[in-house]
């Protein structure tokens, strides 16, 4: 020791005697087995982990050390603490450490007294951290591309440079609230714990060509560009779900057999109830621009089109409702009306079983569309029927217009003009949507029959309770659902080219975009999960051997840090797994608010005075 204390520069006789004090206080305090802690019945625990107690004062340590500081004043933030869990964080970080200092005790590993000694002249602090919460790590040094498990804590007087114990002691009062006994009986189980994360992630290893694989993996780029046939918009404009068409597809028993089976599967909660009201509500406050009340109208008008063109009112109300309570049900507000606002009320009590309103209900809410449920088997068969044929045509135009888009993609068409071909002729002979009306006020409620397309809609009053504002009639050229052409931003193998995508869908976008030549397209569209989506190769940059050689030693030590810290993770998720019926945990100590949980540790004040 005193060799290791002369190269340090203590050469005179004056500096040796204070070294050699020195070190007999330690041999005095810091004796082996000092203040050994098996829980006792007594004792104040965070946590006992197979029989050891973690002490408070060693949790309120380690929140200490991870505290989070105040961006501009540098100051803790109690707040930013509460918000992370920080209380949770420490007595997870505590709790792998006993596992660990168990597995090392198991395997024969120790820590001497000199390793202790050694670590505290250099100025160290060890501290465990959850393994599975890497944020927390950019605070603690880095070497090699692995996080260090110690921060420095600076136990050197700040004239001589030397180590100094009047600072040692002031510093781990200060930063850690232990006094040295504690702290030093502490260090030696955060030390051993380091070795048995050295011992778990030491085999790991990674090969020159597993590196280069995953460099080119992360390295490599695409852009793509997409064109989205939606469900919707096909059905829309490419499917006439009329009872002529719906009544002769029905003529064939397996769709019958389909019909029959889906009413059967349906749950009571989904089907009609007698005298139910349901609504789609779309926000619009009163005071809104008239910008802002077509936008909200013309979404609605969208709403009533869908359900006009084939789709169940429940499931447009689940998708687009405003009204969030009534939308989980299918839009279903009850068979009462008396406590709704008098425009709703009026157009809800005038309406027939099946009858939806033929045009927005306005209220301070917003716009509503209102249908009364009709539970006959007949009417539920009927639009049963009418929606899964609506979904199957739908299905087929969708797919078809896919395929034509993709087809004109490989002939060298642009994506617009791929697009545009296609639709034109095909849209010919599409619906447009007429004009959609918005009851301002109604003192005399609609009292006529039928408003169409395969449903019974009440009409409109004709009179001056209608004030003629309504949404834009919607062609197929203009409608926010129309397939357009969209360009990705540049992803890597691990990225996410089209959000939303099934990961089938995804793995198959990945594969091609790193394979196929630029401008080349996906052998066939890819069915999604509301629709069918072609996909073309805009550009492509494949990572090479020599950019893998310039940035290669520096890319291994950071893809082996990251497979040693996998491994780790792995490793103390097993024991925790393991030892979960001996772990008890005291769960005042991690609740972020309200209760003594300190166990007596003195606060930051409290040490100042000290």
Known sequence: MLDLFRKRGLTSFIYGFIIIATIAVFVIQFRPNAGAKAASLNQACVATVRGWCIDPKDHKAVVRVLMPRDRESGAPSQARARAMGLNKIAADALIERELLVGEAERLGLRVSEQEITDSIFDGLIYLSVPSDRP???????VQNGRVLPQIYGGFRDPKTKQFDMKTYERQIRSVMGRSPTEFREEQGREILAAKMRDLVRAPIRVSEEDAFDSYTREKS???????????GFATKYAVAATPAAVDEWMKDKVNADLVDATI???????????????????????DASESEKSTALNKIADAVRRVKAGELFADVAHEVSADHGSAAQGGDVGDKTDGFVAPFKNAADALKPGEMTPAAIETQFGYHVILRDDPSPEALKKNVARSIYAKTKGLEAAKQIATQVDAALKAGKTGDEAIKGVLEPMMKKAPTWPAFDVVL??????????AGAGDATAPAAKNADVKKLSARAVTWDDDPSKPRFETSSSFNRGGD??????????QKVLAFAFSAKEGDVLAEPIRTDDGFLVVQLKNGKTATRDEFVKDRDVYMQTLLAAKQAEALSTYVKRLREEAKAQIKVDDTYIQESGSKRDGGAPSPEELEEE
């Open 221 to 231: 780029s695409a852009t793509v560009g997409s064109v989205d046939v939606k469900l």
């Open 497 to 506: 080219p089209i959000p939303g995508l099934s990961n089938d869908a995804m």
């Open 441 to 450: 006020e109604s003192k005399t409620p609609p009292t006529a029959a039928d």
């Open 135 to 141: 944020e927390l790590f950019p605070q603690f040094p």
């Open 264 to 286: 059967k599967g349906m749950k009571d909660d989904e089907k009609p109830k007698a005298g139910h009201i349901r609504h789609i509500l779309i926000k619009a406050d009163p």
